[in-house]
Every structure is written in C-alpha cells, then in structure tokens.
C-alpha cells in the first residue's frame, strides 16, 4: 500500500535534509566544531570531487524535473517538478561553492534546499486538502 500523498512529501530529499543537519548538529553539539569548516572549504581533491558530484546532481534533478512537468496531470505532480528545479539549483550553489573555494554558496544552497523543502511541502499539503 502506497503512502498517502501528504506523507510522501517528506519523504526523498526532505528527510535527507533533515537527517543531514541534524547529524551536523549533533557532530558541532559533541565538541567537533571544526566540522563545518572540512564541509565548507575542504581539500582541493576533496572540493573538486564535491563540486563535480553536486553538478552531476543538479543536472540528473533537472532531467527528472523536465520528465515530470511533460507527464503531470496533477497540481502536486508539478509541486513536485518544480521543488526538484530549485534542489537542482540548490546543487548547483553548492557545486559553485566547492569550485571556487568560497563556503558562501554553500550555505546559500543549503538555505535554497531548506526553504524550498519547507515551502513545497505546505504546497503539497494545501493541494491535497483542496482535492
């Protein structure tokens, strides 16, 4: 039996969001506050690498958007295209980020992801009850 439509809207990126920054909380809570710094301007290999996983990301969500928005009948299904376009430009931040060596468009892709994940899902929500 599949989730009712309102809770898979946590369900993908949403909940990997959450975990994600809540296992960096409780790395910073623990006493490791040199975490963020290795996350946000790492190594020169590890930046690279970070940066071309995060482009290859971005582009694969666009691709999975595109296919949506041609095939959505319904309002959430376009929610949902539209919350992959702005993860996709959420992972191109962070690969921008990474590239150039500035921890600035990471925590802007962060707030791009985090606000994005918030706002679909009340979306979501609001389409479901209106059905």
Not at 34 to 53: C, F, I, K, Q, T
Not at 55 to 67: F, I, K, P, T
Request: hydrophobic content about 60%.
């Amino acid at each position: 039996m599949a989730a009712p439509p309102a809770r898979r809207a946590w369900t993908g990126p949403g909940v990997a969001l959450v975990l994600g920054a809540a296992a960096i909380g409780a790395a910073i809570a623990a006493g490791r506050t040199d975490l963020l710094a290795v996350l946000l301007e790492p190594p020169a290999p590890v930046s690279w690498m970070l940066g071309s996983v995060a482009a290859v990301a971005g582009v694969w969500l666009l691709l999975r958007s595109s296919e949506q928005v041609g095939s959505s009948r319904e309002a959430t299904q376009l929610v949902r295209a539209i919350r992959l376009v702005f993860l996709a430009v959420a992972a191109f931040a962070a690969s921008a980020g990474w590239f150039i060596g500035s921890p600035v468009p990471i925590v802007a892709a962060l707030v791009i992801a985090g606000v994005d994940v918030l706002e679909t899902t009340f979306f979501l929500m609001v389409a479901q009850a209106r059905r």
